[in-house]
């Protein structure tokens, strides 16, 4: 990576990386539960399951997933935890955001149930294991999972930024870039990989170039790809 980018990338991080850019964006939500955490309002596992349900949403315009989520902690009424572990959820054959329906949603949180019956927290769960154990989806080594490593970006990150840094038990330099189409578009525009496949080893390759620039940190690039994305 010659110097010029990334001295263009240092300078993207570092004026994207900033809450101003993210009010109207999924990452609001868990961040109203770490605010009343900050105060004891609200548990971690409130944290925890408002980002994962939070990030489930996160595919399609901005506004219908800030709509939608407004909709799910509603039907919450803004206690996740609570709602969890009380078992009653919204169970219909209708959808909640796009093709994700109440059905599915109660699902999650019958499933998510179950595990903080037995633990305190998710973060021991990989990646692999909340898709499986959590979202209910198959196995499958090859996928990017950008829903759950933004879920876990939010969750990890420290730099009292953007992102909540309240999984003190994970090293932010073993986070994996969140993939999705725009990502890997910016990312290939940037000469950051030459890959086809949008899969977890693309993934890793962009979060590798990342590297680079930040070893202690390298999903920093993440608020690059946005700045990427704002300034063209």
């Known amino acids: 990576m010659d110097s010029s980018l990334k001295e263009t990338l240092i300078a993207w991080a570092e004026e994207y990386n900033d809450p101003k850019y993210f009010q109207e964006d999924p990452i609001a939500f868990p961040r109203k539960f770490v605010e009343k955490h900050a105060v004891g309002g609200a548990s971690l596992a409130d944290v925890e399951i408002s980002a994962l349900l939070a990030a489930h949403l996160a595919w399609g315009r901005r506004a219908m997933i800030v709509r939608d989520c407004e909709r799910m902690f509603d039907e919450m009424?803004?206690?996740?935890?609570?709602?969890?572990?009380?078992?009653?959820?919204?169970?219909?054959?209708?959808?909640?955001?796009?093709?994700?329906?109440?059905?599915?949603?109660?699902?999650?949180?019958?499933?998510?149930?179950?595990?903080?019956?037995?633990?305190?927290?998710?973060?021991?769960?990989?990646?692999?294991?909340?898709?499986?154990?959590?979202f209910?989806?198959?196995?499958?080594?090859?996928?990017?999972?950008?829903?759950?490593?933004?879920m876990r970006r939010w969750m990890v990150r420290d730099d009292g930024k953007v992102d909540f840094g309240l999984w003190t038990n994970s090293d932010k330099r073993e986070l994996i870039l969140p993939l999705d189409v725009h990502v890997y578009t910016q990312?290939?525009?940037?000469?950051?990989?030459?890959?086809r496949q949008k899969d977890i080893i693309t993934a890793r390759e962009i979060t590798d170039a990342f590297r680079e620039i930040w070893p202690d940190d390298p999903c920093r690039g993440d608020f690059a790809l946005f700045g990427y994305g704002v300034t063209r």
């Open 187 to 195: 990312a290939t525009e940037l000469g950051l990989t030459s890959r």
């Open 136 to 150: 209910g989806q198959k196995e499958d080594p090859k996928a990017a999972n950008k829903k759950i490593n933004m």
């Open 77 to 134: 009424q803004w206690r996740p935890y609570d709602y969890v572990m009380a078992g009653d959820y919204r169970n219909e054959n209708v959808s909640l955001h796009r093709t994700i329906k109440w059905s599915e949603f109660a699902a999650i949180c019958q499933r998510m149930k179950a595990i903080y019956s037995e633990t305190d927290s998710l973060e021991t769960l990989t990646a692999a294991q909340v898709r499986c154990q959590i």
